[in-house]
């Protein structure tokens, strides 16, 4: 091979390793370009974005949308109460604290609270235009997150908090949410059109609203039950309706005489009872009052425990820092009752497991200046007892933890934010919590979690009802988008009138 030969070689080879080069440059310039571009129509879209509330536009809130990888729409819950109609506060509504991974809202109406917590995937909701102390609960899909130390819930979380319908858009890329107000207001001028007098103004009767269903009353005052279309789901022909909100059914009364209806117009518990009243969703049982004494029901009206106990149920206003959520079941599986003088303890399947011996349930303080009441040590699931004046402590399924009423006090007390629980026996006392740790008994699992069966099969009837949940959402925005385009229609004809 000549020189001129490799010379012309070297120059070929040059070219092509410079031909490679300039196509793995405009290769990753091409790439950078497409990623560019993503990111631009992500901006773009975000800030093409609309947001609706009670069909006017929002900026505000709009801002304060955060939307995921994975698609769901989020929300920072104290900032955008006030928008809801709500006021926002740290820590419990019964437990005041400052505690930033956890909050309530509060409606601005004191008709309802919600207790949220960072990393919880249920909600606490107590109705505070009714007397009955317990709390409703909600499980959600996804748990309340935290972005930059600030709480923030998905959709699902804001509707259930909030009492609003919260419905995204991916096409149009606009967000509609309806506040329960102004449905109400929307469908109270609808009902008159439909033959009825009035919406039904008790507050759970009013939740209806939002899955597209209207309490209304007639001329007569007889109440029932309507889509929002007007077609009947339950007849205009009982003296009182209550929603469940929990469970979707109603309690209807008449004549005095209280049945619970499905949702769909089915009956489940005939009308036969003074009074009915829904202790827990996930046990699913029903207290019933007749000829006053009281038992339980199954959904489905079976009898879980004879209708023959004076009392079902405890006084809970007593033991506010205790946290107790519901008054008829405690430590997650005691339910209280009482026959003549004496207090006994039936499980959630309805088998009394203790006898009808002890004079109360509770430690109520007197003496001791920083002693608190104390009904449950809630992380353990035990339960205080009383008996001639001497206390002792149950377990959850009513098994006594102490050689029997010893105990003079079993109290507690709070220093800062931890909750200290003391047993007094003897001119001696004992950290109670220690104690039970010596007995083998650990901490409950957490609710937080998420992992019983009830609560599994709960958030699998939230996620498979939100498909629903979703076309009322749909439903309801259409609604609102018809009487609006309706308004702009009217105007735009004023405007030109007036020309």
């Not at 012309?8 to 300039?22: G, H, L, P």
């Not at 505070?128 to 972005?147: C, D, H, P, R």
């Not at 979690?449 to 498909?467: F, R």
Request: glycine share 6%; net charge negative.
């Amino acid at each position: 091979m000549n020189l001129m030969e490799e010379s012309f070689q070297n120059n070929e080879v040059k070219k092509k390793k410079r031909a490679t080069t300039i196509i793995l440059v405009a290769i990753f310039i091409v790439l950078i370009a497409i990623i560019s571009i993503i990111i631009y129509l992500a901006y773009a879209k975000k800030s093409q974005m609309k947001l609706y509330l009670d069909g006017k536009q929002n900026q505000k809130v709009l801002g304060m949308i955060l939307i995921k990888e994975d698609g769901t729409v989020n929300a920072p819950i104290k900032e955008i109460a006030e928008y809801l109609g709500y006021d926002s506060f740290n820590g419990e509504y019964t437990d005041k604290s400052e505690e930033i991974s956890k909050c309530y809202v509060q409606s601005k109406t004191n008709e309802e609270i919600c207790n949220l917590e960072l990393g919880s995937k249920k909600l606490y909701k107590l109705d505070l235009s009714n007397s009955n102390q317990n709390y409703e609960y909600y499980y959600t899909k996804n748990a309340v997150f935290s972005n930059n130390g600030v709480l923030y819930g998905d959709s699902e979380i804001i509707e259930n908090a909030f009492n609003v319908s919260f419905n995204y858009d991916k096409d149009t890329n606009t967000i509609t949410i309806l506040t329960m107000p102004y449905l109400i207001q929307t469908y109270s001028s609808k009902v008159l059109d439909y033959g009825y007098k009035e919406l039904s103004d008790v507050f759970a009767n009013k939740k209806t609203v939002l899955k597209n269903m209207l309490v209304v009353k007639k001329d007569d005052k007889k109440m029932g039950v309507i889509d929002t279309k007007g077609k009947p789901i339950l007849e205009a022909k009982y003296t009182d309706i209550t929603y469940l909100p929990s469970i979707g059914d109603f309690l209807v009364d008449n004549d005095k005489k209280i049945g619970v209806m499905s949702n769909e117009g089915s009956t489940k518990i005939r009308l036969m009872y003074d009074s009915i009243a829904l202790m827990d969703k996930d046990a699913g049982l029903y207290l019933v009052k007749k000829d006053n004494k009281y038992g339980v029901l199954d959904l489905r009206g079976n009898i879980k425990i004879d209708i023959n106990n004076d009392e079902i149920g405890m006084d809970i206003s007593k033991f506010e820092r205790n946290d107790i959520k519901n008054k008829y079941i405690l430590a997650d599986n005691l339910i209280p009752a009482k026959q003549e003088k004496y207090w006994g303890l039936y499980d959630k399947n309805g088998l009394l497991v203790v006898n009808f011996e002890y004079d109360t349930f509770g430690y109520v303080a007197t003496n001791n200046r920083n002693a608190l009441n104390l009904l449950v040590i809630p992380e353990y699931n035990v339960l205080v007892a009383c008996k001639n004046k001497k206390y002792t402590l149950l377990n959850s399924y009513g098994k006594q933890l102490l050689a029997g009423p010893i105990a003079d006090d079993i109290y507690m007390t709070i220093e800062g934010n931890e909750k200290k629980y003391t047993i007094s026996a003897n001119n001696n006392t004992y950290d109670a919590v220690e104690f039970l740790k010596s007995l083998g008994i650990s901490v409950k699992e957490n609710e937080n979690d998420n992992t019983s069966n009830s609560k599994e099969d709960s958030t699998k009837q939230n996620t498979n009802s939100q498909t629903n949940v979703n076309s009322d959402n749909q439903e309801k925005t259409n609604d609102v988008e018809q009487n609006r385009a309706s308004e702009e229609n009217q105007n735009n004809e004023e405007h030109h009138n007036n020309e």
